[in-house]
């Protein structure tokens, strides 16, 4: 079974950066799509950066384009996720996912492996 850990969360203030990792272990997995997301309090779970490996395509969500920056290192089947300029808006659990899809938009998608979460609080 595919385990997706990740870690970097914190507590920053806003302008500030963080970095987030995804760390795959066992099972055997493609990695074809792999994908960040967020969940903040009350509200529901939003797609902020997918990369696809084979291809090199990469999407952001409006909300952090430019600010975000994903990427991946294939030996070390890590995920990571560049955060600058953070806002307090930003605040949420950062999940990252793999195998599967996520439309451009974000607004559908179907992945099989998902972690556990890291929290990012940005305060004001």
């Known amino acids: 079974q595919v385990q997706l850990v990740e870690s970097g969360g914190g507590s920053v203030q806003a302008g500030g950066s963080l970095r987030l990792s995804c760390t795959a272990s066992?099972?055997?997995?493609?990695?074809?799509?792999m994908a960040w997301f967020r969940q903040a309090p009350g509200k529901e779970r939003e797609g902020v950066a997918t990369i696809y490996p084979g291809s090199g395509a990469i999407y952001y969500a409006d909300s952090v384009r430019g600010r975000f920056n994903i990427s991946r290192d294939n030996t070390q089947k890590t995920l990571y996720l560049q955060m600058n300029s953070l806002r307090p808006e930003d605040t949420g659990m950062y999940y990252c996912?793999?195998?599967?899809?996520?439309?451009?938009?974000?607004?559908?998608?179907?992945?099989?492996?998902w972690g556990q979460g890291t929290q990012v609080t940005v305060s004001s």
């Open positions: 996912a793999s195998d599967g899809w996520v439309a451009e938009d974000f607004q559908q998608y179907l992945l099989r492996y």
């Open positions: 066992g099972g055997t997995y493609t990695a074809n799509c």
